[in-house]
């Protein structure tokens, strides 16, 4: 099997890399991986919240809950 063909191979492979990470009610976090689960759950560090490609706050660490993320990218 190629390197990285698995959804959490792809994820590990991000880990304390900067990711965009796109939910469903249409806002972005910007931040870097730090932690994921199976459920991919994510936490982020030095997390901004962005909508329009603008950056609206800055949170620091974030929990973001597997279930309202629609993409992850790499930024």
């Known amino acids: 099997m190629e390197e ?31 932690a994921f689960d199976i459920h991919i759950n994510v936490v982020l560090d030095e997390a901004e919240e962005q909508k329009d490609g603008e950056t609206k706050r800055k949170l620091g660490t974030v929990f973001i809950r597997g279930d309202a993320i629609t993409t992850i990218s790499p930024a």
């Open 4 to 34: 990285n063909s698995r959804p959490l191979d792809a994820l590990n492979a991000a880990r304390n890399k900067t990711v965009l990470i796109d939910l469903k009610n249409g806002l972005q976090y910007l931040g870097k991986l730090k």
